[in-house]
């Protein structure tokens, strides 16, 4: 019993390192060390992290001159990005591993409707393949964002290392604190203990509260950030995640 709960301390430790493993981390050291210091010495929760992380990431930007190569804001989505935000909405989450996550379903879901497009030579195509393959985990409704913004990106054929910057970047701290805070910590239970609370009454109005709440957070959220990500880029991203996207 004891070794169990020495391997069950340890397992925490050993998925960050494989997630460090996975990332950029000396490229982006100093926003780890901020990150580490804010938690570990000034108690500073997730989601105040996650807020930090977004202002960060906007300071970046805008001190490396603005965004990267993007979609003009009036940008329609063409066939190929809405079959691939249907692609994320309804087959994203069917492919899980405990190596890269969900980076098997990104690369499903842009692969056949965009890659295949744009990619001029199958080497193209297999090099833009094998960079999606990278890990990749993120709050999957939230993600959505990043799906559209990255779509965008290599529509307009925009550098491989760009559109790999803003899948890591972003699929962290900022979306991931933020969408799972929002969804598993705050309204889940809220409207969860609401519904069940209506449903132990014999009323089918819980029931229907949680369809409504997963269709929210399943379906309306993900199409939403999809447009915004691929409309509006990383400025799009980070302002609509700080609530002031236009």
């Known amino acids: 019993m004891a070794g169990m709960r020495t391997v069950g301390a340890v397992l925490p430790a050993l998925g960050f390192a494989l997630l460090l493993g996975q990332l950029p981390v000396r490229k982006y050291l100093p926003f780890l060390v901020i990150g580490y210091v804010l938690f570990a010495y000034l108690n500073v929760p997730v989601i105040g992290i996650s807020i930090i992380a977004v202002a960060l990431a906007a300071l970046y930007i805008q001190l490396k001159g603005g965004e990267p190569s993007m979609p003009k804001t009036d940008k329609q989505l063409t066939k190929e990005a809405r079959r691939a935000m249907w692609r994320y909405i309804l087959t994203f989450q069917w492919s899980w591993n405990y190596e890269r996550m969900q980076a098997l379903g990104f690369a499903w879901c842009i692969a056949p409707p965009v890659l295949e497009k744009v990619k001029k030579t199958s080497e193209d195509l297999k090099e833009a393949m094998q960079r999606h393959l990278a890990f990749f985990n993120t709050h999957p409704p939230v993600g959505a964002i990043i799906m559209g913004a990255a779509t ?17 970047g972003l699929m962290g701290p900022p979306f991931a604190g933020i969408g799972d805070t929002l969804f598993a910590v705050l309204t889940r239970p809220i409207v969860g203990a609401f519904a069940a609370s209506l449903a132990l009454q014999g009323s089918m109005a819980g029931f229907w509260i949680m369809v409504v709440f997963g269709l929210f957070w399943g379906l309306f959220v993900p199409y939403w950030l999809f447009h915004v990500g691929y409309r ?7 302002r609509s ?6």
């Open 152 to 168: 965008a990106m290599e529509e307009e054929e925009a550098a491989p290392d760009a559109v790999d910057s803003l899948k890591v």
């Open 232 to 238: 509006q880029g990383i400025g799009g991203c980070l």
């Open 241 to 246: 995640l700080a609530g002031r996207c236009p």
